[in-house]
Structure formats: structure tokens, C-alpha cells
């Protein structure tokens, strides 16, 4: 099935250091990804879409200077938190729909855990 | 996107049938029904889909109403590795920008 390697699993770093985070698709072509961030005891929140080739489209509410993203090819999207603070602590998670269908379903990597010292 | 309603949790015990409903009374003739589960600490699981007929995988059954106002994912034999949350999301299946709502889920807890 589907593949959808996320980079790094965990980061612990202080507080007003830059984290990337890497998505990538490993079996398929994917035009659009997607970055989510989940609080503890919460659900899956969408930041952010991400689009090869152009810029991405981010949710009401989230900053597009703190989290820039960048789909420079079809397999591979990066999620960078800049300066990042405690409040900024949470898990990441990236997904990716294989282009070769609209009704494909996404797919999940295992996600990114940051925390901010 | 459709809102769904799912009960919050669940209880099964090994071995037995698993059957989590989900409403979505207000989807549209192009959105498709997904199922996800997520286990603690990992990424959401894809499980199933569809439009309006039921569907069936290796891992679930989904069951859509005639009228596509309910559906129910069935695992047929839960064991406690299908201890998760599990999500039901309607979804617009055309264009780039559709994209996956998750709501708060059902959290199914399998008991031996």
C-alpha cells in the first residue's frame, strides 16, 4: 500500500530554533500534501496545503511566515517551524493523496513530535 | 465538507464484531465516506471508503443507507490491536483543494 515517510519522529531543541520537518511519498506521485497538528487529547487539526510547484494554502488562523512549506517535487513537501517556542509543542503529521485519482484516499505519515524547550 | 457525528466511545470485546455508526445527514451526492483510525501516538490509518454502495477490504466492511444519511464500519473480528479512535469523514472527492476534516472521532477500546 501507500507509503508516507515523515522526518524527523521526535526533535526536543530550545526555544527560538528553526525545526524542518520532511514528507515524503515513497510509492507514489503525490501533487498535493498536507500538514496537520495535533494537541494533546485533541484531533487532528489541518494547517496547511501544500501544492508542487506553487505556494501552499494555509488554514484561517495559521501563520504562513512561522510555518513556511515548501512542495519543490511531487514526492517531497518540508514543514519549517521558525523560531519556534513552547507553544509551538505539539505533533506534526503530513499526508499526501496519490495523484492518480481524485478520489484516492490520503495517506498519513507517523508523524513528527516537537518539543520546545 | 459534511459535519459527521460519531459517539464518542465504545467498548467490544476480542473476538466479536465491532460496529461504529457515524452520521452525516446533511452529505452531498459527491461526497465519499472515509473511515481512519488512529492509534496513540501515530499517524491516522487509512481503512475504507465509498460513495454509496458497501464496500469491503481486508480490514473493515462499510455499510452506507440507502439514503447515505448513516453509515457503520464493521470490523468483523476486533482484536486488541484495533484499539484506536476512529474517524468517519465525509469528503468532496474532486479537485486538488478537497481535503480530509477530522471531527473528535470514536474512541473503540477492545477488551479481552
Known amino acids: 500500500g501507500a507509503v508516507v515517510s515523515q522526518h524527523p519522529s521526535r526533535v526536543i531543541c530550545k526555544s527560538g530554533t528553526s525545526v524542518k520537518i520532511e514528507c515524503r511519498s515513497l510509492d507514489f506521485q503525490a501533487t498535493t500534501m498536507f500538514w496537520y497538528r495535533q494537541f494533546p487529547k485533541q484531533s487532528l487539526m489541518l494547517m496547511a496545503t501544500s501544492n508542487e510547484g506553487s505556494k501552499a494554502t494555509y488554514e484561517q488562523g495559521v501563520e504562513k511566515d512561522k510555518f513556511l512549506i515548501n512542495h519543490a517535487s511531487l514526492t517531497l513537501s518540508t514543514l519549517t517551524v521558525t523560531s519556534a517556542h513552547p507553544e509551538d509543542s505539539s505533533f506534526y503529521i503530513c499526508?499526501?493523496?496519490?495523484?492518480?485519482?481524485?478520489?484516492?484516499?490520503?495517506?498519513f505519515g507517523d508523524g513528527t513530535r516537537l518539543s520546545i524547550l | 465538507d459534511a459535519k459527521t457525528t460519531q459517539p464518542p466511545s465504545m467498548d467490544c470485546a476480542e473476538g466479536r464484531a465491532a460496529n461504529l455508526p457515524c452520521n452525516h445527514s446533511t452529505i452531498s451526492g459527491n461526497e465519499y465516506v472515509y473511515w481512519y483510525r488512529q492509534i496513540h501516538s501515530q499517524g491516522p490509518q487509512y481503512i475504507i471508503h465509498g460513495l454509496k454502495n458497501n464496500e469491503t477490504n481486508e480490514m473493515a466492511s462499510l455499510i452506507i443507507t440507502e439514503d447515505r444519511k448513516s453509515s457503520t464500519l464493521i470490523l468483523p473480528h476486533a482484536t486488541l490491536r484495533d484499539t484506536a479512535v476512529y474517524y468517519c469523514i465525509v469528503r468532496v472527492a474532486t479537485g486538488t483543494a478537497s481535503k480530509l476534516t477530522f471531527g473528535t472521532g470514536t474512541r473503540l477500546q477492545v477488551t479481552l
Open positions: 499526508s499526501a493523496r496519490d495523484q492518480g485519482g481524485s478520489n484516492q484516499p490520503q495517506h
